[in-house]
């Protein structure tokens, strides 16, 4: 990561920190926002370019003050903020004059926060949004073109999701123990689906990808932080973290999308394949097996090439198939019948997909982009080429599209 | 804060209100959930309603007044009845909610009343 990439999301951090801190205490997220928000948008100006600032919740804060005090935000901003917002300053002052190198002079409130987003009575589609929103600072414009959705839309739903947190008076505090498993569950779908937005770069090849990557892996790290003993959170960013290493091998300088099993291994970065490992040692001492521990165990498998030269495909079998049985996704089951091909031979492979119930398959591009390299080679060239041009219809990466074309011109 | 537990009931179990042989549990439960809402200290109020085919809908048209009979919306569940309920937030308002008879009859909606002083 850069210098200015490295600023702007310490901006981040220190204005999630912030806005928790004041939503919890003030009970209205779009209040804190508001407080924040101008201190904010001049901290990602400034920082990048500038620097960080010895304590960048205290310049925040200052500023955000500034701002309250001088302009006539004050009147648009909640009444309820503006006590929590002094209280915070003063006591943040008075740390800083007794301690200046002192890192947290208050409670980090962000899980809290993380929770609330994922309760169960906010509609499903809106939670990893909300947490983008309130815990990162993404703007609706930005969450808008990660989400494919048109940025008006995408504000009014967060809006309403905020409004519906202040006014139906959902609670702040983290979920009693019973309910901690199926929220925490929520909070690592909504990072994952915020790491999956990143890494597809589903925004095509003519703008940037949609980097989430980074604040995703931030999340699971805060989660993994703040939950020492979730064997899940640990899971989540294990799978992540192999992910992760292989960036640099998944397109070739000019561009072009190199599927996993061609990859060069030398462009791996191994520093984060061992935390990875690491990471997953100590999530499966914890004895809580899962969906996302099992993920980065497949991972885990894949990684092995980079020093064995092979891949134990068998391995990969039984691991899908565990993973079928807990978490039966359609990318489980594609992944499950390629690794049932490697292992034995494609007629099998192909065995595995006609098995599948077909519905659901028919607008899944994995599913055709495998059943065309099944049949290909099977010698069945004409039902490769129409499995080819369905995954290809189906692809929203010029790269994975330009792979695939190549794939059945060479037939 | 107070909710409103609202009661959505299907047409079969409005007619258990009158029908002889199973009039008794339906009341009942109700009954039940009422004392058990009183002795929490969380009742605040409410009401029952006659069933939907009791029901007028009016609204005006350039000044004209047009009435129709039934209630405004013609879907399967209807609005029966509602329980005002006054607890700290939304998840013990669910709480409650899930214990409602009709949250296993029918459906149970919950929303927060608009404290008018407030405005």
């Known amino acids: 990561m850069d210098a200015r990439r490295a600023a702007e999301l310490a901006a981040r951090n220190s204005y999630g920190r912030l806005v928790a801190y004041l939503a919890v205490r003030s009970r209205d997220v779009s209040a804190a926002e508001d407080a924040l928000g101008d201190a904010f948008l001049a901290a990602l100006k400034t920082w990048p370019s500038q620097g960080l600032p010895a304590n960048p919740e205290a310049w925040l804060l200052v500023a955000a003050r500034r701002r309250l005090i001088d302009t006539n935000r004050h009147a648009r901003v909640k009444a309820a903020t503006i006590p929590a917002l002094e209280q915070i300053a003063e006591q943040v002052a008075q740390d800083l004059q007794a301690a200046p190198a002192m890192e947290t002079p208050f409670p980090d409130e962000r899980l809290k926060l993380l929770f609330l987003c994922a309760h169960p009575t906010i509609d499903p589609g809106i939670r990893t949004p909300l947490m983008l929103q309130t815990v990162l600072g993404f703007t609706a414009t930005d969450i808008a073109s990660a989400f494919l959705v048109a940025p008006a839309t995408m504000g009014q739903r967060l809006v309403r999701a905020k409004a519906k947190i202040r006014d139906a008076g959902i609670p702040f505090e983290l979920p009693a123990i019973a309910h901690l498993p199926e929220r925490l569950e929520a909070v690592l779908e909504a990072i994952y689906a915020a790491y999956n937005r990143g890494w597809e770069s589903i925004s095509g090849a003519d703008s940037p990808p949609a980097e989430l990557t980074d604040e995703a892996l931030w999340l699971a790290r805060l989660c993994v932080q703040l939950l020492p003993q979730a064997a899940e959170a640990r899971g989540l960013l294990a799978l992540m973290l192999y992910c992760e290493a292989r960036h640099a091998a998944r397109r070739s300088p000019e561009g072009a999308y190199i599927p996993l099993a061609q990859q060069d291994t030398a462009l791996w970065s191994m520093p984060m394949v061992q935390e990875a490992e690491a990471t997953l040692n100590q999530a499966s001492k914890l004895k809580q097996w899962g969906r996302f521990q099992l993920e980065a165990a497949i991972q885990s498998v894949h990684a092995q090439r980079a020093k064995g030269g092979t891949t134990d495909w068998a391995a990969l079998v039984q691991i899908y198939s565990g993973l079928v049985q807990i978490s039966p996704t359609l990318g489980a089951w594609v992944g499950r019948a390629a690794a049932i091909a490697e292992a034995h031979n494609p007629q099998r492979g192909l065995q595995a997909l006609d098995d599948l119930p077909a519905s659901p398959l028919k607008t899944y591009q994995p599913y055709w982009a495998l059943r065309g390299h099944l049949l290909a080679q099977l010698q069945q060239f004409d039902s490769a080429k129409a499995c080819y041009s369905q995954a290809i219809k189906l692809s929203t990466d010029a790269a994975v599209r330009a792979f695939l074309a190549h794939q059945s011109e060479e037939l | ?119």
């Open chain 2, 1 to 119: 804060m107070q909710y409103a537990i609202m009661v959505y009931e299907p047409e079969q179990e409005f007619a258990k209100r009158s029908d002889a042989t199973h009039q008794e549990a339906y009341w009942g439960a109700y009954q039940a959930y009422s004392q058990a809402l009183a002795e929490a200290g969380v009742a605040s109020g409410g009401t029952a309603l006659h069933p939907p085919h009791t029901s007028t809908t009016l609204w005006l048209e350039a000044g004209h007044r047009k009435v129709q009979d039934g209630p405004y919306a013609d879907t399967k569940e209807q609005l029966g009845g509602m329980f005002i309920v006054d607890v700290p937030n939304l998840d013990v308002a669910l709480d409650w909610a899930a214990r409602c008879p009709a949250a296993t009859t029918g459906r149970v909606e919950v929303r927060p009343l608009l404290p008018m002083d407030a405005g």
